[in-house]
């Protein structure tokens, strides 16, 4: 189960100014992030685990919270801005909350922890400025102070997963490794992820020495907002490798891989234009019935090409051969093709086949004479 691991929301590292209520239309880009918002994998920790990792150890912890401040006001929740990721450190036997720098003291004393934690990382959420409808995570402090286990270096591989959900069902799609969809039910909107190679025990990053770790854009989910100003659990895994390990990059691999983004692309376009999937849809269909109804002409033309062919004077196999191949390819077309549309043209495909049979056993009985005539 790993360790001991909690989250605490507040808004100790949220700026002084905030934004004001802001206009409750939704633009094009919230409607974006809202659609993207449901695609989602299953958990990081679990996928890696399930990928072999031998020596990976994973602590989850879940919190809930509100997006937004009210129902009728879609501004930013300044009380979630502020993710503190703490693993053991509510443990009374543990060691001392002592020897941290200034800023981590201060932090772990307001947050009432009892002992040194092995883990810590204090993120802020920011929505975007522009109204996008996306916010973004960046990090702002982080320490190992202890290893899940014995390791023969002074430094292992983290990473730190955000998953933000929905507590309802909702259907998300999801990507096996080779870029195939399938649809499953769940309710994550978006996924935070933080990569920390070789960090080192002990080592205090905050500051400068923190600029530019960020999540990079996630979509917010505004399906709730009139409802419940946007309540969500977020659940954080705090996943601790060997250092080196290839499944750190591997990760980030998969989900910036070309197939997961093309299938991701495609199927977002389909849920946002609705009404270009129809006609895409109808003019497949289209397509489909003209191919049907040509295949079911020509096998019609065959068979009756092939009965006047038997019913001429001075009748040879070279003349019968030809005919009868090409009711033989026409029915083959019909009954291999997949996916028809419909029943497939009974009549017709009886008509060929007793066609087919009285030109073989008239072909047989023009082979016995060419060949008699021949001796």
């Known amino acids: 189960m790993g360790s001991d691991l909690r989250i605490i929301l507040d808004d100790s590292c949220a700026p002084e100014e905030t934004r004001g209520p802001g206009d409750r239309t939704l633009g094009f880009g919230q ?17 890696l685990q399930q990928m072999g990792a031998p020596k990976i150890d994973r602590s989850t912890g879940v919190v809930s919270g509100k997006l937004f401040t009210s129902p009728d006001m879609a501004e930013f929740n ?3 801005a502020c993710v503190h990721v703490i693993r053991s450190g509510f443990d009374p036997s543990g060691p001392a909350v002592a020897g941290a720098p200034p800023d981590f003291m201060a932090e772990w004393n307001r947050l009432g922890l009892v002992s040194r934690p092995t883990f810590y990382a204090e993120i802020r959420l920011s929505p975007d400025e522009e109204r996008s409808g996306y916010f973004t995570g960046e990090l ?10 014995e390791a023969r270096y002074d430094s292992r591989d ?18 096996t490794p080779d870029g195939a969809v399938e649809f499953q039910d769940a309710s994550g909107f978006a996924r935070g992820v933080f990569k920390f190679p ?19 854009w996630m979509p917010l989910d505004y399906s709730g907002v009139d409802r419940d100003s946007g309540i969500f659990n977020l659940f ?10 290839p499944l750190l990059s591997d990760i980030g691999s998969l989900l910036r891989s070309d197939a997961v983004q093309g299938a991701a692309e495609e199927e977002l376009r389909k849920k946002i234009d609705k009404d270009g999937t129809r006609e895409e849809e109808e003019g497949e269909r289209t397509e489909a019935l003209l191919s049907q109804r040509g295949l079911e002409r020509a096998l019609s033309r065959s068979v009756l090409d092939l009965r006047r062919t038997m019913a001429q004077m001075d009748l ?10 090409d009711v033989e390819d026409a029915l083959f077309e019909i009954e291999h093709t997949l ?20 030109a073989d056993q008239r072909l047989e009985e023009l082979l016995a004479e060419e060949l008699s005539s021949g001796q």
Request: no cysteine.
């Open 78 to 80: 300044r009380n979630v």
């Open 140 to 149: 702002m402090k982080v320490v190992a102070n202890d290893f899940e286990r």
């Open 316 to 325: 040879t196999s070279d003349d019968l051969i030809p005919a009868r191949d």
């Open 198 to 216: 070789a960090l080192r025990r002990g080592e205090y990053i905050s500051g400068a020495a923190a600029a530019a770790l960020e999540t990079g």
């Open 158 to 175: 983290y990473l730190v997963v955000l998953d933000f959900e929905r507590p309802e069902p909702r259907t998300y799609i999801q990507f």
């Open 31 to 47: 409607e974006l992030a809202l659609q993207a918002g449901m695609l989602a994998f299953d958990s990081v920790g679990a996928w």
């Open 339 to 358: 996916n028809w549309r419909g029943p497939k043209p009974a009549d017709d495909i009886d008509a060929a086949t007793s066609a087919l049979d009285e």
């Open 236 to 245: 954080v895994d705090v996943l601790e490798l060997k250092r080196g390990d």
